[in-house]
């Protein structure tokens, strides 16, 4: 053997080759069949179309049709059996923390249920993280914070900023609660209902100073170390706001 392909050798024997095709060519087809499932297109129960006919109408391959069945069935959309077919499941076995069903499921939630129930969820997540926030925060941390407060006064009347800054505000405080699991749950939940305009909505300047003098409630309890006063008021707020810019179903 020669020197070079010593060297080749070497070299091949420290790179780890993909587990599989990478997924971007799948994607296109998880959301739209996503899409279509939970928008009741294709109903629980009803079965996906023949792998052939997915290869068909989306145009592209066996491989990238089978990607897609497999990711569907991660998240309990589908389920695959061996000579029966891909069947459509029952909502309730939807995985509703991934961001396509996620998505898929606030694009279509005409009568407003699940974003009623993200909110929920926030308080009682957030409210907790907002108490122990007033417990732990450092300095450090409650310094950031009222930094946020600071810039979130001079961005009232400037809403596309202030609800940027509002995220940003909310999830320093969930930092300083050292609570990274649920942190991470208000932040997937959080990310993919703000991109839908009824979860939004479009604030005034009016509403963006209340929303901003519920903010600082929840600062003062916890540069107060007032565990239970930042616990109540975040829930509050939060609650609070939403039902300000609540659209009508």
């Known amino acids: 053997m020669t020197r070079a392909q010593g060297k080749n050798t070497g070299l091949s024997g420290q790179l780890t080759p ?3 095709r990478p997924a971007r060519l799948a994607l296109p087809v998880i959301e739209a069949l996503a899409d279509q499932i939970v928008s009741g297109q294709l109903p629980a129960g009803s079965q996906l179309p023949s792998e052939l006919s997915l290869c068909e109408i989306f145009g592209v391959s066996r491989i990238t049709v089978r990607e897609a069945v497999k ?12 000579g029966s077919g891909t069947t459509v499941t029952e909502e309730d076995g939807w995985t509703l923390l991934d961001p396509i069903v996620l998505a898929a499921v606030v694009r279509h939630d005409t009568e407003l249920t699940l974003l009623d129930q993200l909110v929920d969820v926030r308080a009682r997540l957030e409210a907790p993280m907002a108490a122990r926030a007033a417990r732990d925060a450092t300095p450090a941390d409650i310094a950031e914070v009222a930094a946020l407060l600071a810039l979130l006064d001079s ?4 809403q596309e900023l202030f609800v940027e800054t509002d995220v940003a505000f909310h999830d320093r405080i969930m930092q300083a609660s050292g609570d990274r699991l649920s942190r991470s749950i208000v932040r997937t939940v959080h990310a993919e209902a703000r991109k839908s305009y009824r979860y939004s909505g479009d604030p005034t300047s009016t509403e963006c100073k209340v929303s901003n003098d519920e903010h600082r409630a929840v600062f003062e309890h916890i540069k107060n170390r007032d565990e239970a006063g930042a616990e109540q008021a975040m829930s509050q707020h939060i609650l609070s706001a939403w039902s300000r810019r609540r659209p009508l179903p």
């Open 18 to 20: 993909f587990p599989r």
């Open 155 to 158: 961005q009232v009347d400037r």
């Open 71 to 82: 990711s569907l069935e991660e998240k309990g959309l589908v389920l695959a059996r061996q």
